[in-house]
């Protein structure tokens, strides 16, 4: 079992800049993917980002790719998302993911997932 910590949500401007940051019990080095998920108010969630953790290979919904960067630093076990020129439509809960083993599921695929956190809001306003 892993359990997942998110922080580092809260309120910005348009244009403005956060980092998000998700503490994983276990050694992160042992999954194969870790990801952000979000989801908006009367939306579906969807994927953000998601890094393999072995090869560290990163990958990116068009919607956030330039703006956003996922990394890991697997000696603390955290996986990050450095949010970068938001937008009113960022608004989202944000989740941490972690898979439990290789999979065929593409890393932004929701299915690949087994351990998600709680969660962390990220409100962008005007």
């Known amino acids: 079992q892993v359990q997942l910590v998110e922080s580092g949500g809260g309120s910005v401007q348009i244009g403005g800049s956060l980092r998000l940051s998700c503490r994983a019990s276990t050694d992160t080095y042992r999954r194969y993917c870790m990801g952000w998920f979000r989801q908006a108010p009367g939306k579906e969630r969807e994927a953000v980002a998601a890094i393999n953790t072995r090869t560290g290979s990163t990958y990116y919904a068009d919607s956030v790719k330039g703006r956003f960067t996922i990394s890991q630093d697997n000696a603390k076990n955290m996986l990050y998302l450095q949010m970068s020129s938001l937008k009113l439509e960022d608004t989202a809960m944000y989740y941490c993911?972690?898979?439990?083993?290789?999979?065929?599921?593409?890393?932004?695929?929701?299915?690949?997932?087994?351990?998600w956190g709680q969660g962390t809001q990220v409100t962008v306003s005007s």
């Open positions: 993911a972690a898979d439990r083993g290789p999979s065929l599921e593409f890393p932004l695929r929701e299915k690949r997932y087994h351990y």
